[in-house]
Nanobody, 125 residues
Framework: VQLQASGGGLVQAGGSLRLSCVASGITFSNYHMGWFRQAPGKEREFVAA????????YYADSVKGRFTISRDNAKNTVYLQMNSLTPEDTAVYYC???????????????????WGQGTQVTVSS
């Protein structure tokens, strides 16, 4: 299984970025897909996720209304559209995949099986 994340960069506060994560080696539609982030000195935290077979996304309260997760099963890709970015959003963003999680475990990073390499997002004030 390989997850290749891209799209990070440096942006000013209030700006936008779109992250992409392309998955290979899995039947994409059978997998839950998620985004997590980790800031320096902090624990990895949940950002957003899509359960397989379910069109309802899940979001962390801190990003709700600003970030949008979407998935394109035909392209084996999950996206994270990030708007109204603030310096507090600065982190390395990781995509994750798993086929067996239950809904109550979606927000727990240690429950996910597969991880991408991460992409740096830096928001300047």
């Amino acid at each position: 299984v390989q997850l290749q994340a891209s799209g990070g960069g440096l942006v000013q506060a209030g700006g936008s970025l779109r992250l992409s994560c392309v998955a290979s080696g899995i039947t994409f539609s059978n997998y839950h897909m998620g985004w997590f982030r980790q800031a320096p000195g902090k624990e990895r935290e949940f950002v957003a996720a899509f359960r397989r077979y379910n069109s309802n996304p899940y979001y962390a309260d801190s990003v709700k209304g600003r970030f949008t997760i979407s998935r394109d099963n035909a392209k084996n890709t999950v996206y994270l559209q990030m708007n109204s970015l603030t310096p507090e959003d600065t982190a390395v963003y990781y995509c994750a995949a798993d086929s067996t999680l239950i809904a109550t475990s979606l927000r727990t990073w240690s429950k996910w099986d597969y991880w991408g390499q991460g992409t740096q997002v830096t928001v300047s004030s």
